[in-house]
C-alpha cells in the first residue's frame, strides 16, 4: 500500500491511498512510507513516528476525504467524518453525473438559462456550518454565522444563487488520482547534520534545527534545480542523548547560587570540557562514530538502489560538532600526539651535553622503555580477539561542511602550522573527505578561519562572500579570486570616477571593504596595530596638507608620501606577517593560491547590529537561505554539470 499525505499545521493528512494487488482493507497493512521515507503512518492505529530519530512529540494522522475546492486543503477530521457518514448513507451506490470531469472550479451562476438547477436535494447541519447536497458531486459547505447569513440574503435578492453567493465547494478526494508509480524523488545524496554543545539543555532541538534546514532547502531546490531529477535528504545526528558520562556527578557539587545560570552552563559548556577530558573524550567520539554508522546503515536497508547508483554522503557539523567529525575521519587521537612529544623531549635530552652517570641511567631508561613496548605488543596480540577497534566511517564524506566551527583553534593547539603548499591535504586528506567548507558570519564569536593553517598569508586574504540566494547570476565560487584585507596602499580620497568603480555588487566577492571586527579572533590584535597606524598615518598627512607651509601639494610631494607610505607599508609587512607576493590587481599570483577556498562568510545585513549578532549569529545557520543555497549548490554541482553536458550532446 502506498499514500501521498499532506502537511498542515504539524499534522499528516492521509488523502490517497492504494492498495496493491493481494491487500484488503481489512487485513493488516504493513505500515506506510511518507514525507520521502522519514515517517511511517500506521493506518489502523493512525499514529506517526520518525525513522531516523527518535521524537516524544506526537505527529496526529488523519485521513483526508473531503477537500476545499481551489486550495484542496482537507477539512477537519471530525467534520469530515460526518460528512462522509452522511453522503455514503444518502447516495451510496449511486452513479456520479456524466459532467464529472467539468472544471471544478467553475463559477456557479443560478441564473435562468443557465441550464442548472442548484436547489439543495439534501442537507446536513453542523456545529458552525451546513452542507447542502445539489447532486452526488455537487456539495456546498455554508457557515452560520451571522454575517454570512446577511450576506446570503443581500446577494439572492441581487439574483444570484446561494451557493454563487457564499457557498464553499467541497471535493471527495484529492484533485489527483493515485497511481502505482506514486513515489518520491529518489535520493541521489544525503547530509547528515551533526549538532555541537547544548543539545542536553535543548533535547531534540537538532531535530528541530534540520528540520528547519530541511525546509529551506526544499524551497531553493524548487527555484534552483527543479530539473535535476534527484534530492537530497538531510538526517539529524543527535549523538549526545545516549552518552553517560559522569552521570549526575557535576550537578552534584554545582552550588545552588544562580542555580539557572549553572544549569545553563553545565548543560552546554561542559560538553567542551568533556571533549578534553582523556576520561569522556573517546565516549563522545564512538556516540558520534555509531550513531553516523548507524544511520548510513538504516538508510541504506530502505534505499538499497542509493549504494547501486553511487550515492554521495556529507556532513554539516555544527561548533563542536566539526571538532568531533573531524577527529573521527582523521583518527586523531591524543595519546599518539603525547607519545610525539616523550619522543621530542628524549632527543633533546640525546643532543644536550650530560655526564657519564647522566648518561648511564638514560639508557637504562631507553632499554626499559623498549622492553616495556614490547611485552605491550605481545599483550595487545593476545587480546586481539577481545579488544574491539573504534568503528570507522562505513562511507566516505563527499563534503565536509563547518558552521560557525572552532576547528581551526583546535588545530592550532595541536601543533598544527601553516605550510607551502595550498593543498587541503595539509589539514585534511582528499582521499578522506573530498571537499572541506568552512562556513561562518563575521560576527560569530565561536568561529575560526583554516584557511591561514594551509598557508599563512591568508590571514590578509578575505573570505569568499556567500551570494545572497536572490542574486541574479552569480559569479561560480571557482571563478573568484583572493583579494587583500588590508592594501598596501590605502588613499585617503578617492575621485568620482573611482567612488562608482568600486561600488559593491552582489555578485562580487567582496561586496563591501573587509573591516577588521570580520576578521577571525586570533587576528583582532595585529588588525588592531596595523589599523591604529593607518589611521594615524592617514590623519597625519590630512592635517600636513592642510596646515603645512605650502596650500597647495605639488606632484613631487605626493609622489614622496606615496614612498613613505609604502616604506611604512613594507616595514608594517615585515613586522606582522611574511611577505608574499602579489600583483599590481590587489590579487595573489595564482603560485601561492589554495587549490580551493575553504572559508566562506555570510554577509552582513545593511541595518545588522554587531554586538547583538555576537550573540544570536552563532545559533542562526539552519533557516537561512543563503546557507541552503550554498550547501546545494556544492551538493548538485556534479548532477547539474552532467545535465548540462547531456543537452549540449542533445544540441
Same mark, same amino acid.
Given at each position: ?45 493512525? @499514529? ?27 477539512? #477537519? ?39 442548472? %438547477? ?55 478526494g484529492y484533485v489527483e488520482e493515485a497511481?502505482? #508509480? ?48 534527484? =534530492? ?20 552534584? +557539587? ?12 553545565n548543560s552546554s559548556a561542559m560538553d ?10 573517546? #565516549? ?23 549504494? #547501486? ?15 568531533? %567529525? ?50 605491550? @605488543? ?47 591535504? =595539509?589539514?585534511?586528506?582528499?582521499? +578522506? ?18 584557511? !591561514? ?13 556567500? =551570494? ?26 578617492? %575621485? ?13 566577492? !567582496? ?42 601639494? %605639488? !606632484? ?39 587549490? =580551493?577556498?575553504?572559508?566562506? @562568510? ?50
Amino acid at each position: 500500500m502506498e499514500m501521498r499525505i499532506k502537511s498542515e499545521n504539524n499534522t499528516i493528512y492521509v488523502f490517497k491511498t492504494i492498495y496493491k494487488p493481494g491487500e484488503g482493507e481489512a487485513g493488516a497493512v504493513e505500515p506506510v512510507c511518507v514525507r520521502s521515507g522519514l515517517y511511517e503512518v500506521d493506518v489502523a492505529s493512525a @499514529e506517526s513516528y520518525p525513522v531516523y530519530w527518535n521524537q516524544t512529540e506526537k505527529i496526529p494522522v488523519m485521513r483526508g476525504q473531503w477537500f476545499i475546492d481551489g486550495t484542496w486543503q482537507p477539512l #477537519e477530521e471530525e467534520e469530515s467524518n460526518l460528512i462522509e457518514q452522511e453522503h455514503l448513507n444518502r447516495f451510496k451506490g449511486q452513479q456520479l453525473q456524466e459532467s464529472f470531469d467539468m472544471e471544478v472550479s467553475k463559477p456557479v451562476d443560478g441564473k435562468e438559462g443557465s441550464g442548472m %438547477t442548484f436547489s439543495a436535494i439534501h442537507s446536513l447541519k453542523l456545529s458552525r456550518n451546513h452542507v447542502d447536497w445539489h447532486s452526488v458531486d455537487e456539495v456546498y459547505l455554508y457557515s452560520d454565522a451571522t454575517t454570512s447569513k446577511i450576506a446570503r440574503t443581500v446577494t439572492q435578492k441581487l439574483g444570484f444563487s446561494k451557493a454563487s453567493s457564499s457557498g464553499t465547494r467541497l471535493h471527495r478526494g484529492y484533485v489527483e488520482e493515485a497511481t502505482l #508509480e506514486d513515489k518520491p524523488p529518489q535520493t541521489s545524496h544525503i547530509v547528515f547534520v551533526v549538532h555541537g554543545i547544548g543539545q542536553k539543555m535543548d533535547q531534540g532541538r537538532i531535530i528541530k534545527n534540520t528540520a528547519m534546514m530541511r525546509d529551506t532547502a526544499r524551497k531553493i531546490e524548487e527555484k534552483y534545480f527543479s530539473n535535476l531529477a534527484t =534530492h537530497v535528504e538531510f538526517l539529524p545526528v543527535e549523538w549526545r542523548s545516549k552518552l553517560t558520562l559522569d552521570g549526575d556527578t557535576v550537578d552534584s +557539587i554545582t552550588p545552588d547560587k544562580v542555580r539557572g545560570l549553572r544549569d545553563m552552563l553545565n548543560s552546554s559548556a561542559m560538553d567542551i570540557m568533556y571533549y578534553t577530558s582523556p576520561l569522556y573524550r573517546d #565516549e563522545l567520539v564512538k556516540g558520534l562514530q555509531q550513531e553516523l554508522n548507524r544511520l548510513y546503515t538504516l538508510f541504506c536497508s530502505r534505499n538499497p538502489e542509493f549504494e #547501486e547508483k553511487g550515492g554521495k554522503v556529507s556532513i554539516v557539523s555544527h561548533s563542536l560538532g566539526c571538532v568531533i %567529525t573531524y577527529d573521527i575521519m582523521t583518527g586523531w587521537n591524543p595519546v599518539r600526539l603525547y607519545e610525539q612529544l616523550l619522543q621530542n623531549e628524549e632527543e633533546e635530552l640525546e643532543d644536550r651535553w650530560m655526564s657519564y652517570e647522566e648518561q648511564r641511567l638514560l639508557e637504562e631508561l631507553y632499554i626499559t622503555k623498549q622492553r616495556l613496548r614490547e611485552i605491550e @605488543e605481545r599483550l595487545h596480540g593476545l587480546k586481539a580477539s577481545t579488544i574491539s577497534k573504534p568503528p570507522v566511517l562505513k562511507f566516505k564524506v563527499e563534503n565536509f561542511f563547518c558552521m560557525g566551527s572552532p576547528l581551526a583553534v583546535f588545530l592550532a593547539l595541536r601543533g598544527i602550522r601553516p605550510g607551502n603548499s595550498g593543498s587541503q591535504d =595539509h589539514i585534511l586528506p582528499r582521499t +578522506i573527505c573530498n571537499r572541506l567548507l568552512n562556513i561562518f558570519h563575521p560576527t560569530d564569536p565561536v568561529a575560526y578561519r583554516l584557511e !591561514p593553517l594551509i598557508l599563512k598569508h591568508y590571514s590578509n586574504i578575505s573570505p569568499v562572500q556567500i =551570494h545572497w540566494y536572490n542574486t541574479a547570476n552569480p559569479l561560480p565560487y571557482e571563478h573568484m579570486k583572493p583579494s587583500f584585507l588590508n592594501p598596501t596602499k590605502e588613499p585617503t580620497s578617492v %575621485t568620482d570616477s573611482e567612488s562608482v568603480s568600486t561600488v559593491p555588487s552582489p555578485t562580487t566577492s !567582496p561586496v563591501m571593504v573587509r573591516r577588521h571586527y570580520g576578521e577571525s579572533i586570533t587576528n583582532i590584535g595585529k588588525a588592531s596595530i596595523l589599523g591604529a597606524a593607518s589611521i594615524g598615518k592617514g590623519l597625519g598627512g590630512m592635517l600636513f596638507s592642510r596646515f603645512g607651509r605650502s596650500s597647495t601639494t %605639488t !606632484p613631487q610631494t605626493l609622489e614622496t608620501g606615496k614612498e613613505g607610505a609604502e616604506g611604512d607599508d613594507k616595514k608594517a609587512t615585515t613586522v606582522g606577517t611574511p611577505p608574499f607576493p602579489h600583483s599590481s590587481s590587489g590579487f595573489l599570483e595564482p603560485a601561492v593560491e589554495l587549490e =580551493h577556498r575553504i572559508d566562506f @562568510e555570510l554577509r552582513e545585513g545593511l541595518v545588522e547590529s554587531r554586538y547583538w549578532s555576537a550573540v544570536t549569529s552563532h545559533t542562526a545557520y539552519w533557516s537561512s537561505l543563503d546557507i541552503a543555497l550554498f550547501l546545494l549548490t556544492f551538493m548538485y554541482k556534479h548532477d547539474q554539470e552532467d545535465t548540462e553536458k547531456s543537452s549540449l550532446d542533445t544540441i
